[in-house]
T-cell receptor
């Protein structure tokens, strides 16, 4: 079945460091791929998405490219800030699955000044 | 900006008790979902709901679970006789149409069953 495997956390970085959070997926069809972020005490918020191969989603300095050949959607940011501290979830949504999402386990990121 | 809200934020209950988790989806949305995340595990799909009916449900969503839209705004998840393993974070989500890919999530209810 469809699934998402996400880099284990927690991740701790210094401010202005480069961030990569790895995400790979397994899907039978052609899924859409998402990164959601959860700040403390808040709900899951859409960070970015990509709907087809080679698409790049970007938002707030974060980027992820839909790589069909490696079935990956790694999240990157060139220079993290303390305010980026949150839990990041990779997810996919396959056509024909009734619009249900498949999530990874989430990666907790802490950015220290 | 419209958002999905959930109440309560935390609930502690005794094993065997019934709990009702409440969600208020975004007002013009038509499709509603419940997910749960057991601590340290993946966010898992429970059920989707449209037009006052369950559209799809996972293996987790057995007879102890039920969903309801009792009025025009609330969407509830009832767990009839809670078990220890029901302890988890429960997320509600909504979307405007089935073809809309982005789901909008609430902040979650953390349920602890003792």
């Amino acid at each position: 079945g469809d699934s998402v495997t996400q880099m284990e956390g927690p991740v701790t970085l210094s401010e202005e460091a480069f961030l990569t959070i790895n995400c790979t997926y397994t899907a039978t069809g052609y899924p859409s791929l998402f990164w959601y972020v959860q700040y403390p005490g808040e709900g899951l918020q859409l960070l970015l998405k990509a709907t087809k191969a080679d698409d790049k989603g970007s938002n707030k300095g974060f980027e992820a490219t839909y790589r069909k050949e490696t079935t990956s959607f790694h999240l990157e940011k060139g220079s993290v800030q303390v305010s980026d501290s949150a839990v990041y979830f990779c997810a996919l949504n396959s056509p024909g699955t009734g619009n249900q999402f498949y999530f990874g386990t989430g990666t907790s990121l802490t950015v220290i000044p | 900006e419209p958002e999905v809200t959930q109440t309560p934020s935390h609930q502690v209950t005794q094993m065997g008790q019934e709990v009702i988790l409440r969600c208020v989806p975004i007002s013009n949305h038509l499709y509603f979902y419940w997910y749960r995340q057991i601590l340290g595990q993946k966010v898992e799909f429970l059920v989707s709901f449209y037009n006052n009916e369950i559209s799809e449900k996972s293996e987790i969503f057995d007879d102890q679970f039920s969903v309801e839209r009792p009025d025009g705004s609330n969407f509830t998840l009832k767990i009839r006789s809670t078990k220890l393993e029901d302890s988890a974070m429960y997320f509600c989500a909504s979307t405007s149409s089935q073809g809309e890919e982005t789901q909008y999530f609430g902040p979650g209810t953390r349920l602890l069953v003792l």
